[in-house]
């Protein structure tokens, strides 16, 4: 069974700062994995997505993941972070099963 | 291309009702699941539907139920309403139940609040 586990459900950064989200996963099988972000008031859209072509994911927003399979992670990162980067994140494993969020906060 | 759409996008119901709620897939995706989001739970996946048959279902008792219509719309209900089942409901589409690597479009949700 797949599980996915996001640690820390609220983080907060300066504008400008590092953003590093937590994932860790369990798969009994080899993984695909999702980053989505939620803005208030609205659905989750995809920011990224694993499917083991290459371990250091690009997506949009300049936001960007690495799959290690050694630490079962896909941590999400994004060099400096903007105020509008304020949102909710998930992590997905296998399309269907999500993580509880992390909450991201951005101040000035 | 249109989006995936769910009506309605508020919703006030007493303990004991029953309600309904629907979720259009973007066009050509035939894949529709359900999510339940609350506060600290994160998104809990209820169920998925693909042609017109419930494919996945998650942990949720039998009050929660649903349907696909043979043009992907999909429906569902909530029978005997509890004040927990104050949330919001998340529809998503996708191309295909059974590809592990696609991802989901989700729509806005729909916020139910139980009194």
């Known amino acids: 069974a797949q599980s996915v586990t996001q640690l820390g459900s609220h983080v907060s950064v300066s504008e400008g700062a590092l953003v590093l989200l937590r994932c860790n996963y369990s798969?009994?099988?080899?993984?695909?994995l999702f980053w989505y972000v939620q803005y208030p008031n609205q659905g989750l859209q995809l920011l990224l997505k694993?499917?083991?072509?290459?371990?250091l994911v690009k997506g949009i927003n300049g936001f960007e993941a690495e799959f290690k399979k050694s630490e079962t992670s896909f941590h999400l990162t994004k060099p400096s972070a903007h105020m509008s980067d304020a949102a909710e994140y998930f992590c997905?494993?296998?399309?269907?099963?999500f993580g509880t969020g992390t909450r991201l906060q951005v101040f000035p | 291309k249109a989006g995936v759409t769910q009506t309605p996008r508020y919703l006030i119901k007493t303990r004991g009702q029953q309600v309904t709620l629907s979720c259009s897939p973007i066009?050509?995706?035939?894949?529709v699941s359900w999510y339940q989001q609350t506060p600290g739970q994160g998104l809990q996946f209820l169920f998925e539907?693909?042609?017109?048959?419930?494919?996945n279902k998650g942990n949720f008792p039998g009050r929660f139920s649903g349907r696909q219509f043979s043009n992907s719309r999909s429906e569902m209900n909530v029978s005997t309403l509890e004040l927990g089942d104050s949330a919001l409901y998340l529809c998503?589409?996708?191309?295909?139940?059974?590809?592990?690597?696609?991802?989901?479009?989700f729509g806005p949700g729909t916020r139910l609040t139980v009194t």
């Open positions: 694993y499917t083991s072509a290459a371990t």
């Open positions: 998503a589409s996708s191309l295909s139940h059974s590809v592990r690597s696609y991802e989901q479009y």
């Open positions: 997905a494993v296998d399309k269907l099963i």
């Open positions: 798969s009994s099988v080899p993984p695909y």
């Open positions: 066009s050509g995706h035939r894949s």
């Open positions: 539907y693909f042609s017109e048959t419930q494919r």
